[in-house]
DNA sequence: TTGATAATGAAAATCATTTTCAATATAGCC
DNA sequence: GGCTATATTGAAAATGATTTTCATTATCAA
């Protein structure tokens, strides 16, 4: 462990805010680490609920947007109605990917391969486009659609 | 034009499925081809509201709604909580693009540089990632998050 | 012109998300 | 360990976008 080592990693951003660890907070970021999914507010309601009953709605929605501005967590606008959440890259964390995304089941597909290939382009583009629209670019995002493997 | 040539070209797209042709129709594709921006339904119904204050924003949704559906118009969500819809890219509709997104105003902006670059990493990923997760691409968005020039 | 039926608009319903507010829990301090 | 200021919480109500319902109207093929 780093930082002030007194918890888990991410206990140490909380408190740099002034911000409390609480369980529900704690219970949250569990809920998001044990995870592969592209969980919506409702779906980690859901889990939450399961574990502790007396959780809110309201509190897994104020967390997730707590950690969303702290950049613990990143938020996904899939264009099915709901927002999703991820964890972010992060020493315990999921690496840095791209999603595939299936237009007819909706399915959410992770892909962290040929990222060499994307670095490039995005690093000689990002390169450009902030020259020329003065444009401070801190991040990126590619998908692909389509139809998957069983809807094709 | 082409086609049965009778109207412009979106008209015999709509006919060649059944669908009629009407003025809150043509009035909606009209304002999308006048515009540059990123309309939400809403600023579409304010503007064919203006037009034609017998328009109704259920229209709007469900005409958005098919013409998507059948690929005359993109739709987009830049995760501020309202679709935002485009004309595709056609004989008389905008190049193909991607968005900067402003991360504190949350303005979008166009840009259509640079996609030489784009196109060859598109497609040595997308033919990569096709093969491998058997996966029929259809279509792809980039976006770039960050500060624009009056945020940053 | 007409008739079958696709399309429309108003109002109500839904769904995700946010706000309000009184009750509760945390962390620094003694 | 107890105490207190205040950050956090959960329930309920409010909001905002989008969808559904349904009776009325408009399109277009015959």
């Not at 609920?49 to 501005?69: K, W």
């Not at 629209?133 to 998957?148: T, W």
């Amino acid at each position: 462990m780093r930082g002030r080592g007194r918890g888990p990693w991410w206990q140490d951003r909380l408190q740099g805010t002034g911000a409390r660890i609480t369980a529900p907070r704690e219970l949250i970021i569990d809920i998001l680490h044990q995870t592969d999914d592209h969980m919506s507010a409702a779906d980690v309601y859901i889990r939450a609920h399961e574990l502790n009953p007396s959780i809110g709605l309201t509190t897994v929605y104020r967390t997730l947007d707590m950690l969303t501005q702290l950049g613990i967590v990143q938020k996904f606008d899939f264009g099915d109605g709901k927002a999703r959440y991820e964890l972010v890259n992060n020493p315990n964390g999921k690496k840095h990917h791209h999603h595939l995304i299936c237009l007819r089941c909706k399915t959410i597909m992770d892909y962290s391969e040929f990222l060499d290939e994307e670095l490039e382009f995005v690093k000689k583009t990002a390169g450009k486009l902030s020259k020329k629209y003065n444009f401070d670019i801190q991040d990126h995002a590619i998908s692909f659609y389509g139809l998957c493997e069983r809807c094709r």
